[in-house]
């Protein structure tokens, strides 16, 4: 005997499946072309790759002595950690609120003090106009470089360079000029003072 409920029960569970079947399909579309919108802009094309990436890799396998990062193996010390509690515990507002964005006045203010001495330039650096705390050397150099670099500038790239001035440059819309520093001595002890950069070049 015919039973027409439990046809019609298969029938409508087939039809949920070819719906699932049909929303799993769409969803997987969708995502593909939100992950073809999120590659990478054509700029930044053949930059993808970074060495400090691949000096990880190779210290994770051979555990050398790595002298090439700034990877600190001990503790902060007790003054830092002290320093930060007293801030996180100061009662006043105005010390949970964004800092002067081109440093704090405190900072800019004794990196003044510091490097008018240190530099000997004849006068006071203005903490103000002539001083920059920016989040690290990464930043700095490409702030400067997107800020002084126009589309077809060419820019001289002194070799041996830093792994991230090429691609900065590239981002900026330049186009780097590689020159070689050269040896001036040939024999005896030779040290970082003895390549010298040929001006003709």
Same mark, same amino acid.
């Given at each position: 005997?015919?039973?027409?409920?439990?046809?019609?029960?298969? $029938?409508?569970? /087939?039809?949920?499946?070819?719906?699932?079947?049909?929303?799993?399909?769409?969803?997987? /579309?969708?995502?593909?072309?939100?992950? &073809?919108?999120? @590659?990478?802009? +054509?700029?930044?094309?053949?930059?993808?790759?970074?060495?400090? =990436? @691949?000096?990880?890799?190779?210290?994770? !396998?051979?555990? #050398?002595?790595?002298?090439?990062?700034?990877?600190? +193996?001990?503790?902060?010390?007790?003054?830092?950690?002290?320093?930060?509690?007293? *801030? $996180?515990?100061?009662?006043?507002?105005?010390?949970?609120?964004?800092?002067? %964005?081109? %440093?704090?006045?405190?900072? *800019?203010? &004794?990196?003044?003090?510091?490097?008018?001495?240190?530099?000997?330039?004849?006068? =006071?650096?203005? #903490?103000?106009? @002539? =001083?920059?705390?920016?989040?690290?050397?990464? @930043?700095?150099?490409?702030?400067?470089?997107? %800020?002084? *670099?126009?589309?077809? +500038?060419?820019?001289?790239?002194?070799?041996?360079?830093?792994?991230?001035?090429?691609?900065?440059?590239?981002?900026?819309?330049?186009?780097?000029?590689?020159?070689?520093?050269?040896?001036?001595?040939?024999?005896?002890? $030779?040290?970082?003072?003895?390549?010298?950069?040929?001006? !003709?070049?």
């Amino acid at each position: 005997m015919w039973n027409h409920g439990a046809a019609l029960s298969r $029938i409508c569970s /087939a039809c949920r499946r070819q719906s699932q079947l049909h929303q799993s399909v769409a969803r997987l /579309a969708t995502s593909t072309q939100t992950m &073809a919108k999120l @590659e990478l802009a +054509d700029r930044y094309r053949g930059l993808e790759k970074n060495v400090w =990436v @691949e000096f990880i890799q190779l210290a994770l !396998e051979y555990k #050398p002595l790595n002298l090439g990062q700034g990877l600190p +193996d001990d503790l902060v010390p007790d003054y830092v950690i002290s320093s930060l509690r007293d *801030v $996180i515990n100061d009662p006043s507002v105005f010390m949970h609120q964004y800092t002067r %964005g081109f %440093g704090h006045p405190r900072l *800019v203010n &004794a990196i003044s003090n510091l490097y008018s001495k240190l530099l000997n330039t004849g006068h =006071v650096i203005d #903490p103000n106009k @002539e =001083v920059l705390v920016t989040d690290g050397a990464y @930043e700095a150099l490409f702030t400067a470089i997107l %800020g002084h *670099v126009n589309p077809g +500038d060419e820019v001289i790239i002194i070799e041996p360079y830093f792994d991230c001035y090429e691609p900065m440059v590239k981002m900026a819309g330049g186009t780097p000029k590689f020159i070689s520093l050269k040896p001036v001595k040939s024999e005896g002890t $030779i040290s970082s003072a003895d390549w010298k950069l040929d001006p !003709e070049e």
